[in-house]
């Protein structure tokens, strides 16, 4: 019998030192170590079929909204079509980035402890090229440029870049042809994880935690049990299949209750051999509480092939947070669309102005909020009334940072102290802003209405309304000043819309497509607009 891949190497002592190499100019492109074997070279053959897998799929309704998905990595022969369960789920969530955390199989990539980030621009596969995130992956491999002066860091060697992981490595690679059909174009952030201990998964979580948002997919590459004398692993010999199902099971219960204590002891207790145990942990660190975990699919090589002498188990789950918990581009519900944004006086909107700066420059100072408690009995009740806000930071005249929220979900005050904070460090566009350029940026706030659905982009009207674009879950938004200072038209700016939702430059033109319009009161520092 032919085994679903080439059987790694089990590690018998491990070294646990460091050998993550420093950071040298990237390379243009990381060529395919796969293709051919794992997976077709051809990419006419590798397209059809990915696509025959995901056309086999039956319609399944998810949870909520996907974040995360643990996905198989073996040859498509074996494991695609339960790997094409995922990724048909994340399909029109508007995901434009991706972090892919996973295993190595090979001696030489298991030696080193921490995170290994492959430093090159682009990786390649028959499909074509994927640009690397390499904005993100410098604040990985270079965390202290991004945390506030005087803090101790605590990531300090666990992440580098170490080549040896990836070289012949298939765990990550086997990912991206499925990716590169499921998304209309993203950028990876491409991780190895080695060996992790003690409180390595927390503080690599933390590093990882601020590049995640809604338009960030994580994805965790791993197969199951590996069964048989040349795994091995053999724990009984008798009614194999059902004991390798309860088996897989006994884990599929530990990761689907993000239960990371209860999966290390069922490791020491049963011996499960599962090749990504070190990334799946890591995913259960990194997911917050009010998501949770779906079996989508599941199989194993024993049964395609009638013989468990040699088995592997092959999963697909999927990670949802409910629809309720809303990001700021997320579209209300049309019964909660009324009133306009309000009227505010020149005295409210320098106070706002005024917040602003100070939560900017004591954040990017100390790495904390000043404390406005003391002053919240002098704001005018308007600013402590809820409304949708975005700040947005300009550098030169050039974008530095935007994010906010459309729904009225908190007050205008803290809104403005909130989103002035994003913007200067969660927005993954940017390297978050440093102390030095504080003094060279201007801020913008636009205080917003309700968002009201309207019937077809026909009925939008550029310069003077916000727009909102929805497909399934993906969705974007602009606010009104964006299209005016880009010189776009309608068809432009929708076009624009579409791909910051991660869809095709022309879905706007689709019959499945929703439209929210909003207005804005928008003023910034030296004036207003």
Avoid at 48 to 69: C, E, H, M, S, Y
Avoid at 421 to 432: A, G, L, Q, T, Y
């Amino acid at each position: 019998m032919k085994t679903p891949y080439s059987i790694f190497i089990l590690l018998i002592a491990i070294s646990t030192t460091s050998v993550l190499l420093a950071q040298t100019a990237p390379q243009e492109a990381w060529e395919p170590q796969a293709a051919g074997r794992f997976y077709p070279g051809n990419e006419i053959a590798l397209k059809d079929q990915i696509n025959t897998f995901l056309n086999n799929i039956p319609k399944q309704p998810l949870k909520g909204r996907p974040v995360a998905l643990i996905s198989p990595h073996a040859g498509y022969q074996y494991s695609g079509q339960v790997a094409a369960y995922g990724y048909n789920a994340i399909k029109d969530n508007g995901f434009t980035r991706v972090i892919i955390l996973s295993p190595s199989h090979f001696k030489s990539g298991k030696r080193f402890r921490g995170a290994s980030v492959l430093n090159v621009k682009n990786f390649k596969t028959p499909l074509g090229l994927i640009p690397v995130d390499q904005e993100a992956c410098n604040q990985l491999l270079n965390p202290s440029e991004r945390l506030p002066p005087n803090s101790p860091d605590k990531r300090k060697a666990l992440f580098g870049s170490y080549e040896g992981a990836y070289q012949g490595e298939h765990s990550l690679e086997t990912q991206l042809p499925f990716l590169q059909t499921s998304l209309n174009t993203f950028k990876l952030i491409p991780i190895m994880v080695g060996i992790l201990i003690e409180d390595d998964f927390d503080r690599i979580a933390d590093a990882l935690r601020p590049l995640i948002n809604d338009q960030t997919l994580v994805v965790v590459s791993s197969d199951f049990t590996h069964y048989g004398e040349a795994y091995g692993y053999v724990p009984f010999r008798k009614d194999i299949e059902k004991n390798i199902t309860a088996l897989d099971y006994g884990t599929f219960e530990k990761i689907r209750n993000k239960d990371f204590e209860g999966l290390k002891k069922y490791k020491k207790e049963t011996g499960i051999n599962v090749c990504g145990i070190m990334p799946i942990e890591l995913l259960l660190k990194l997911l917050p509480d009010n998501v949770s975990g779906e079996i989508l699919n599941y199989d194993t090589s024993g049964h395609q092939s009638n013989d468990f002498s040699f088995s592997v188990s092959y999963a697909s789950i999927i990670f949802t947070k409910p629809l309720e918990v809303k990001s700021g581009l997320y579209a209300p519900k049309e019964e909660t669309l009324n009133a306009e944004q309000p009227f505010l006086t020149n005295e409210e909107k320098e106070t706002l102005l005024f917040l602003a700066r100070n939560t900017l420059e004591t954040y990017t100072k100390t790495g904390y909020p000043p404390n406005f408690e003391p002053a919240i009995d002098k704001l005018t009740p308007r600013l402590q009334e809820k409304y949708g806000v975005f700040v947005t930071l300009k550098k030169c005249g050039e974008l530095r940072g935007c994010i906010g929220h459309t729904i009225p979900r908190i007050s205008l005050f803290q809104g403005v102290v909130e989103n002035t904070i994003n913007s200067s460090s969660r927005d993954w566009r940017f390297r978050p802003v440093a102390q030095k350029e504080v003094s060279d940026i201007i801020i913008e706030i636009s205080v917003l209405s309700k968002p009201k659905r309207i019937p077809g982009p026909d009925d939008f009207t550029v310069g003077k309304e916000g727009i909102i674009i929805r497909k399934g879950y993906a969705n974007a938004l602009f606010l009104p000043q964006v299209a005016k200072e880009q010189g776009w038209n309608k068809t432009e700016t929708f076009c624009h819309l579409c791909q910051k939702a991660g869809l095709s430059r022309n879905a706007w033109e689709e019959d499945n497509v929703e439209f929210y319009v909003f207005t804005a009161n928008v003023f910034h520092e030296g004036g207003k607009s």
